[in-house]
């Protein structure tokens, strides 16, 4: 059983979805979000781009490269790659190399891990000072070459899998596909856009996918910035009703992620979680207990305590998805269904997080935090974090009244 319970606990990993890059680079865009324009006058007139090309999978090292023709080799040549449907271009130096015959080649290693789907559109540009000339564009999908893929479609969903028959595909789709559908229509997304959904046999296969750092306990990851969910499933385990909770869970991630998208502020995660939770399991009796117990015993973590990521030992990460429900059932309780998605939709506007609970609840974050911990029969306990120090000592002749002071500068402590 806790086998079982283990897979179903599961993380949205924001803060690993990407780690590609590393030393040496840099986030590069204009106020537009676009690369500085190509003028191509100057040292780098006559300069010409080849077509760039991407090698590599998840197991073999991905390099960039192209090959230009110039008069003389620019002051650089970086590479600059985007994630599909994001604004932003990394930026990386290329090695520029010369052929021999008036062109060169340009080559740019990828650092760190990139998860398997990721898009990414990639070009080169040469530059030399204020000079800028820009390579045409190509777009490379890394994929996860460990297994032979087969898929399946429907509506906004695609099933990659490699073990199983078609049967169980089609079952993990409808699965998928009913999972959209409940997230979207609750919280009013009409336009869900495309999710890849790869199915692993195995554990092992799973974190090899996620890559470094993965959390234990981890049966299931989305990642909207990717649009791609990952999940173990083995054939046999198909129509057990946790395949329903983790990829209802997951998928709700995806829904959400699309009903709050902004490039201003996330929504609390306890929310994000809570959500997924209520959809795919609801506050069932198995985490109202947990949640009775905790607060019997003064260990709730407070509202303000999961907003960011959860913690680490299985049973406080466990404790925190069963509040994360527990206050999202609360909300529904005390200002209803339609007040819950009107605030989770607000989030869209790029708001506060006081903002949209004030205008959905009448409470700011804090006040609703207290109402829940109230509603759980108990009050807010005192931080265990840092405190200010103490003051230290003084000197004697210490100038602490400004008004009597003539001194150079100001008397605040
Ligand atoms: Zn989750």
Do not use: C
């Not at 590393?22 to 010409?48: I, K, M």
């Not at 777009?139 to 893929?149: G, S």
């Not at 999972?179 to 979207?184: E, K, R, Y």
């Amino acid at each position: 059983m806790r086998v079982v319970l283990a897979l179903v606990i599961v993380a949205l990993l924001l803060s690993t979805i990407l780690a590609v890059g590393g030393g040496g680079s840099r986030a590069a865009s204009s106020a537009s979000g676009q690369p500085p324009e190509a003028s191509g006058a100057g040292s780098l007139a006559g300069l010409v781009f080849g077509d760039p090309e991407a090698s590599g999978s998840l197991t073999q090292p991905v390099v960039f490269s192209t090959s230009f023709r110039a008069d003389a080799p620019p002051d650089r040549v970086e590479l600059l790659t985007r994630v599909d449907g994001t604004a932003t271009d990394e930026v990386r130096e290329a090695l520029v190399q010369p052929l021999g015959d008036g062109s060169w080649t340009a080559t740019v290693p990828s650092i760190g891990f990139t998860p398997p789907n990721t898009l990414q559109e990639f070009r080169f540009r040469a530059v030399d000072g204020d000079d800028v000339v820009l390579g045409p564009t190509e777009e490379f999908r890394l994929v996860d070459d460990r297994f032979e893929w087969r898929t399946l479609s429907e509506g906004p969903v695609t099933l990659h899998w490699y073990t199983g028959t078609e049967e169980f595909a089609q079952r993990a789709l409808r699965v998928g596909v009913d999972a959209i559908d409940q997230a979207a229509e609750m919280l009013g997304v009409t336009d869900v856009r495309p999710v890849d959904f790869f199915v692993y046999d195995t554990t092992e296969a799973l974190y090899g996918a996620m890559g470094p750092g993965t959390r234990e306990n981890v049966g299931g990851q989305a990642n909207p910035l990717i649009r791609t969910m990952v999940g173990v499933i083995r054939p046999s385990d198909v129509d057990s009703d946790w395949v329903d909770t983790l990829v209802t869970h997951e998928l709700t991630h995806m829904v959400f992620a699309d009903a709050t998208d902004n490039p201003y502020h996330q929504p609390p995660r306890w929310l994000n979680e809570g959500l997924a939770v209520h959809l795919s399991e609801g506050y069932d009796v198995g985490r109202r207990a947990q949640v009775a117990d905790a607060a019997a015993h003064g260990q709730l973590i407070p509202l303000s305590g999961i907003a960011g990521l959860f913690p680490t030992t299985y049973d406080r990460f466990s404790l925190a998805y069963a509040e994360s429900v527990s206050a999202v059932d609360h909300l529904i309780e005390t200002v209803g269904r339609d007040a819950l998605v009107r605030l989770i939709t607000s989030y869209r506007g790029g708001v506060t997080d006081d903002e949209t609970f004030l205008a959905a609840t009448g409470a700011d974050t804090q006040d609703f935090d207290d109402a829940w911990l109230v509603a759980q029969g108990v009050t807010r306990p005192e931080p265990y974090g840092p405190r200010p120090a103490p003051r230290g000592p003084e000197p004697s002749d210490w100038q602490s009244d400004p008004t009597s002071s003539t001194a150079v500068g100001d008397s605040r402590p």
